[in-house]
C-alpha cells in the first residue's frame, strides 16, 4: 500500500495529512465560557511594551469595558468622567468596613441604608433617604428661655441666606412663636407673641450656593 502524502515512509496511516495553516487566527472570540475562578487573584500585568512586541503575535486585547460577576478592591476604587465616559455602574455594591469618597455626584434610583437591627435578633433595619428638588441642608435643635438660635458659622459660606426656612413646635402650652428675623444668614430671632418663655423645637433648612442648583427635569 502506497504512503499517503505526508506520511512518513514505512507506515501506514488511513486519510491523508493535512497541514497546520501558516496563517494565524487573530480574530476577536466571545468570552464568558471555560472554569469559573471563584477566588479572587489579581489581574496580570504586561511584560512586554509594544516596541518589544514580536511582529509575528497577534495584536494583543485589553479590557477598555469589561462585566465581572465579583470583584474586590483592597484599596481604591476610582474613576473620572459621566454620561457614561469612565462611567462604573454596578448592579449591586457591598462596602464592608470602608467609605465611598465621590468629587461629584453619586446618582441612584433609591438611596438607603441597611444596619443590623439594634433590638431585634436576626433582623436588619432599612431606612430611605428623603429626596427633594434641591440640594439642601438642615440643623435642628430644642430652644429654651432664649429668643436666638445660632446657626453654624460655616453657613455663611455654605448656603444662600434668602433660602433659609424655619419651623418652630411649641412645647408645654401655646407661646404664638414668631420668626422676627434672620440677621445675615447667622441667627435666627424667634419671638412669643403672648409674651411667654419660649420653649419649642426647631428644624431649619436652606439650599446649598457653593454648588450649581439642581436641574430637576432633564431630557433622557
Not at 436588619?124 to 453654624?152: A, Q, S
Request: proline content about 6%.
Amino acid at each position: 500500500m502506497a504512503n499517503s502524502p505526508g506520511q512518513p515512509e514505512n507506515f501506514e496511516f488511513p486519510g491523508e495529512f493535512i497541514p497546520s495553516p501558516t496563517s494565524q487566527d487573530c480574530s476577536k472570540q466571545a468570552g464568558g465560557w471555560g472554569i469559573p475562578m471563584t477566588d479572587f487573584e489579581y489581574i496580570w500585568y504586561a511584560n512586554k511594551g509594544e516596541a518589544d512586541y514580536p511582529e509575528d503575535a497577534c495584536t494583543p486585547y485589553y479590557h477598555k469595558k469589561a462585566q465581572i460577576d465579583a470583584l474586590q478592591v483592597n484599596n481604591a476604587l476610582s474613576g473620572s468622567g459621566d454620561s457614561g465616559q469612565g462611567s462604573l455602574i454596578i448592579n449591586a455594591l457591598t462596602i464592608n468596613g470602608g467609605t465611598i469618597n465621590a468629587t461629584s455626584g453619586v446618582n441612584g434610583v433609591v438611596k438607603s441604608f441597611n444596619i443590623p437591627h439594634p433590638t431585634k435578633e436576626g433582623k436588619r433595619l432599612w431606612h430611605g433617604c428623603l429626596e427633594g428638588p434641591e440640594y439642601g441642608v438642615y440643623i435642628r435643635g430644642h430652644l429654651k428661655d432664649t429668643n436666638v438660635i445660632e446657626l453654624p458659622d460655616y453657613w455663611s459660606g455654605l448656603i444662600d441666606p434668602e433660602s433659609i426656612t424655619v419651623s418652630l413646635t411649641q412645647i408645654g402650652s401655646s407661646q404664638d412663636l414668631i420668626v422676627d428675623g434672620i440677621d445675615w444668614g447667622r441667627r435666627v430671632k424667634v419671638r412669643s407673641g403672648n409674651g411667654t418663655n419660649i420653649n419649642c423645637y426647631y428644624i431649619i433648612n436652606a439650599m446649598r450656593k457653593d454648588i450649581p442648583a439642581l436641574e430637576v427635569e432633564q431630557d433622557a
